[in-house]
Nanobody
Framework: QVQLVESGGGLVQAGGSLRLSCAAS????????MGWFRQAPGKEREFVAA????????RYADSVKGRFTISRDNAKNTFYLQMNSLEPEDTAVYYC???????????????WGQGTQVTVSS
């Protein structure tokens, strides 16, 4: 099993920044990629960004490209989502996930964190 714990959510004004963290523990050798997803009220969970533990190859949803940056710290078993130029449309619960590929699909990830709320006011 892999445990994921997110932190760093909160309330921010439009144009502001937040950094989310996701600390992984347990059998982390079973996972090769980490992803961030988000879910707004009444909407499906959607892909935000993903990264491989080893090579750092990243991928982003078009809606966040150029504003969000995913990164990892292997020594701390932690990965991050730096969110800049936040917009009200970014308001959602953000989830980190772990799996074997840096897929954009929810079903590709085996482990999930509990979620952290991000609210962007206009």
């Amino acid at each position: 099993q892999v445990q994921l714990v997110e932190s760093g959510g909160g309330l921010v004004q439009a144009g502001g920044s937040l950094r989310l963290s996701c600390a992984a523990s347990g059998r982390t050798f079973n996972v090769y990629a980490m992803g961030w997803f988000r879910q707004a009220p009444g909407k499906e969970r959607e892909f935000v960004a993903a990264i491989y533990w080893s090579g750092g190859n990243t991928r982003y949803a078009d809606s966040v490209k150029g504003r969000f940056t995913i990164s990892r710290d292997n020594a701390k078993n932690t990965f991050y989502l730096q969110m800049n130029s936040l917009e009200p449309e970014d308001t959602a619960v953000y989830y980190c996930a772990a799996g074997r590929t840096s897929s954009i699909y929810v079903r590709s990830y085996d482990y999930w964190g509990q979620g952290t709320q991000v609210t962007v006011s206009s």
